[in-house]
């Protein structure tokens, strides 16, 4: 907002804030009533006065320490996000691995329950069907597989 | 009382005041968070990972007197890296009593419990200003 908002929108927005659940439990855990926490909060929003116990060379060196603290915090959370990116990545690498194992298995069921005389002697498949071309390739190495005495 | 003592008392409590007012620290609560928010800027995330900001919170915040520590305050409880919502406010400062080993804010000592509620408010009501007026 450019312009200081006027009396009535104060009121009408610390009404807003009196009814969110939100505003309640800061409240709480600050240690004080909700009443208390709203009734000057314009003016700490518009100038905030605070106790000051900084020597000269801590307020000389606070930039350097808060840029230095959001450095490690969000670097941290950078890293942790890319471990867990990293670990979701391999799940999901297994997880696709798994799946194509199953589809093959189930696709070798579902030619051995269509033509189970024939496998070994080259079943006949849709070349359009996907599931089709993995039997054709499993029925042409069973057949290139040398035979057990 | 001699005319000097009086003056002197006087002096006493001119200097007194001098003191209290320079433990005050008061500024316009807008250009400091955008302040902190370009001074931050270059952090890569700034922003927009609220682990992140637990993670700031607990670097800036690691005993009761850096509560007395405006610019780390409110550079802690800035609206921007707490992506200007209540419930991130309130854990942030959850975070922040957690990070001293407190369960309630009423634990601290009053100077840094009246500064603690004072930048709550300042960032709630620049959060407020956001959603509410616009």
Known sequence: ?149 | MGFFDFIGRIGEGVSKLASTVSNFFSTKVEPFFSGVSSLLGDVQGFGKSLEGAWGTLKELIKNPRDLLNPQKLLAALNPQALLGEFANLRRGVETLLSALGLKSASELPPAAQENLVRAAQASAWQMALERYAA
């Open chain 1, 1 to 149: 907002m450019s312009a200081p908002p006027s009396t009535e929108q104060i009121e009408a927005i610390k009404n807003r804030m009196r009814e969110d659940p939100e505003i309640q439990r800061l409240a709480k855990t600050l240690g004080v009533t909700l009443e208390r926490f709203l009734s000057d909060i314009e003016q700490q929003g518009e100038s905030v006065a605070l106790h000051d116990a900084t020597t000269p060379e801590e307020k000389s060196r606070a930039e350097e320490e808060i840029h230095a603290a959001a450095e490690k915090g969000y670097g941290a959370a950078a890293e942790r996000q890319a471990t867990l990116q990293g670990r979701h990545d391999r799940a999901a690498t297994a997880q696709s691995a798994r799946r194509e194992a199953e589809a093959l298995a189930r696709a070798g069921g579902v030619a051995k329950k269509a033509a189970p005389e024939k496998l070994g002697t080259g079943a006949v498949v849709a070349p359009e069907d996907p599931r089709g071309q993995q039997i054709k390739a499993q029925v042409t190495a069973a057949r290139l597989a040398p035979r057990r005495a």
